[in-house]
């Protein structure tokens, strides 16, 4: 079965930190995304990297940058947290070809304060 | 920007029961897929349908797709206590690149033992 691994379940972190969340997938899958997810707005896209080193914004990458060095590891970057950047964050990896089902990690609960 | 629109927005039933969720849609799509949420966990797929389908089977699960109407349906039959969570529609525009899928904002199903 394929694997998506979020470095970390929960995070509290402050207003103004540098924070990064970390995503790898074990299925050499060519697609990764990261989405946010919050009450009553359901999931929204951030960033999505259809390659190394290429990404693409999503519906919401503002206040967020990614970084994909590797094939399995595609990074999410908080520049500067923000009260409005707590969420639950996650990961999808897919690959390409027709299969179109993203296989989802089991995400990172962010709490910024 | 936010495609499916899941209805209803939270369903209370009894274990035994049949549960029937629905998603309508925007956009041209080339296929839209269901997905299930746990508490607190990652999304798991569940099933896919594709635009020229109308109607799928995966166990207790069956979908059904109407194009014209721009809506799917989710039926889950014989309901257990573990199919509590949440249930998401997604959808694939027609014509779209790399980018991921486009969630709805989920249905909350609760099954009273």
């Known amino acids: 079965d394929v694997k998506v691994t979020q470095s970390s379940r929960y995070l509290v972190k402050r207003t103004g930190e540098k924070v990064f969340l970390e995503c790898v997938q074990d299925?050499?899958?060519?697609?990764m995304f990261w989405y946010r997810q919050d009450p009553g707005l359901g999931l929204r896209l951030i960033y999505f990297s259809y390659d190394v080193k290429m990404k693409e914004k999503g519906d919401i990458p503002e206040g967020y940058s990614v970084s994909r060095e590797k094939k399995e590891r595609f990074s999410l970057i908080l520049e500067s947290a923000s009260t409005n950047q707590t969420s639950m964050y996650l990961c999808?990896?897919?690959?390409?070809?027709?299969?179109?089902?993203?296989?989802f990690g089991s995400g990172t609960q962010l709490s910024v304060l | 920007s936010q495609q499916g629109e899941e209805d209803p927005q939270a369903l209370s039933i009894q274990e035994g029961e049949n549960a029937t969720m629905n998603c309508s849609y925007k956009?041209?799509?080339?296929?839209l897929q269901w997905y299930r949420q746990n508490s607190g966990r990652g999304l798991v797929h569940l099933i896919l349908i594709r635009s020229n389908e109308r109607e799928k089977h995966s166990g207790r699960l069956r979908v059904t797709l109407d194009t014209s109407k721009k809506s799917s349906s989710l039926l889950i039959t014989a309901s257990r206590a573990a199919d509590t969570a949440s249930y998401f529609c997604?959808?694939?525009?027609?014509?779209?690149?790399?980018?991921?899928?486009?969630f709805g904002k989920g249905t909350h199903l609760i099954i009273q033992p």
């Open positions: 956009t041209s799509i080339n296929n």
């Open positions: 997604a959808t694939r525009e027609a014509g779209g690149g790399a980018d991921g899928l486009t």
């Open positions: 999808a990896s897919k690959t390409t070809g027709g299969r179109e089902k993203l296989f």
């Open positions: 299925m050499d899958h060519e697609n």
